[in-house]
């Protein structure tokens, strides 16, 4: 047998092996969902295939979105392609690679990168674009519940969901100006979803018997609040992007708080700091669920992670400039750290792998911080006021002319 004939059997006898070992360690796992989950529809990867070369694949497996090295327990890779484990007792997945660069077919999605965008209209530089904004959390009668909420004796409470909901409107008309088509997932404190936390108790308790925690009372009851404004509300707000909007990107507002201890006699401090993440740093623990190793591998294949990841750094060059905040650095081995300055990490959260298209998550300003909290005890104003000895814009309009000024540097054309 001559040599480049024995080199190719070495290697088939050897990923022949390795899937061997891969089949027998994963064979007798039983099926595990994240709350709220369904059981994911395998067959969505079929339009993948030759999509992305075995390169490509690795690369962001192992630099984006498993850097742990735990996806191997999932995923066997040769350079033909990936078997990916799917449910206990179900065939595993045969995903094809490309050939070589240059050889990969479409990529399926709905959503649209910076150079398929048609040129825009005189005057109006985000014309053609269509941003979904999302401001988090729900606030109003919401607000104690998912524990967004502060106040210091008889000052104006501090209600994150609120103060997402102020900024998402007033960056909707400034975008709007520019000629971007804008999508709000919310525009009130209503829930997206039509769950609530009575309709979620038996699903509360079979949360709680599947993590070992002691079915009482009081943990049903706060567990089916979890359920309900943190993953029913993500899930309902998921499907809402996916498959009715189906914008090209979608932009999460938070802002971020240290520990605060009683809300009702909360910690002010002077740590302040800003970030932004994007989809990635999944860990074993994460991957054992079935529907998130799909929604990684999905993800994965539409390449969501370089528009991401542009937009990102032009966003946190305006909002760090105009914020004057540092970094916020995660000491969190799983986050996947995606620029050297600090400011963008690739972190697992329900919304960065439910929706599909390009999602940056925006955390800005820490709520108890003094001067932060200063600025929301000021209020929404025009022009420039003196707040915590220094003339400044509001907070609200800050943060929202900050994204503006990122987007409109990022979809120059």
């Not at 525009?187 to 079979?206: M, N, Q, W, Y």
């Not at 995660?330 to 996947?336: C, G, I, L, Q």
């Not at 400044?392 to 002319?401: G, N, V």
């Not at 000024?405 to 120059?412: H, S, T």
Request: proline residues 6%; contains cysteine; aromatic residues 10%.
């Amino acid at each position: 047998m001559k040599g480049g004939h024995a080199n190719q059997f070495a290697m088939r006898i050897q990923f022949l092996v390795s899937v061997f070992i891969f089949l027998l360690s994963v064979g007798s796992q039983a099926q595990k969902l994240s709350p709220l989950a369904l059981r994911p529809d395998w067959s969505q990867l079929e339009a993948f295939q030759e999509t992305i070369t075995a390169d490509e694949f690795l690369n962001l497996l192992e630099k984006v979105y498993c850097p742990d090295g735990s996806w191997r327990k999932w995923i066997n890779v040769n350079s033909d392609g990936a078997l990916i484990f799917t449910s206990p007792g179900k065939p595993r997945f045969w995903l094809k690679f490309a050939r070589e660069k240059g050889y990969e077919r479409p990529i399926p999605r709905y959503w649209r990168t910076l150079r398929e965008l048609p040129p825009p209209l005189p005057g109006k530089p985000l014309s053609g674009l269509h941003i979904a904004i999302d401001a988090g959390h729900l606030g109003g009668k919401w607000a104690k519940m998912e524990e967004r909420w502060f106040q210091i004796g008889g000052t104006k409470p501090v209600t994150e969901g609120d103060m997402t909901l102020y900024v998402a409107k007033l960056l909707r008309n400034r975008l709007s100006e520019l000629g971007a088509r804008v999508s709000l997932v919310r525009d009130s404190t209503s829930p997206v979803t039509k769950a609530r936390p009575k309709s979620l108790r038996r699903e509360a308790i079979a949360s709680l018997r599947q993590r070992g925690i002691k079915i009482n009372n009081h943990n049903i009851q706060k567990e089916s609040e979890l359920l309900f404004y943190r993953t029913s509300e993500i899930r309902a707000r998921g499907n809402f992007i996916n498959q009715k909007i189906r914008p090209d990107l979608v932009l999460c507002l938070h802002f971020n708080a240290e520990e605060w201890g009683d809300p009702a006699r909360p910690k002010l401090t002077e740590v302040n700091h800003l970030h932004l993440l994007v989809s990635g740093g999944f860990g074993g623990e994460e991957l054992e669920y079935e529907d998130q190793r799909m929604n990684m591998l999905i993800k994965l294949l539409n390449r969501s992670h370089f528009e991401e990841v542009a937009i990102a750094r032009k966003l946190a060059d305006t909002m760090s400039r105009y914020m004057q905040l540092p970094p916020f650095l995660y000491k969190n081995p799983k986050v996947a750290r995606l620029s050297e300055d600090g400011y963008i990490w690739g972190r697992n959260l329900l919304a960065t792998r439910l929706y599909e298209c390009p999602v940056i998550f925006a955390e800005p300003y820490v709520m108890n911080n003094i001067e932060t909290f200063a600025r929301i005890q000021a209020g929404d104003y025009e022009g420039l006021r003196v707040v915590g000895g220094m003339r400044r814009p509001s907070i609200y309009r800050e943060y929202a002319e900050a994204v503006v000024q990122g987007l409109i540097n990022y979809y120059k054309r």
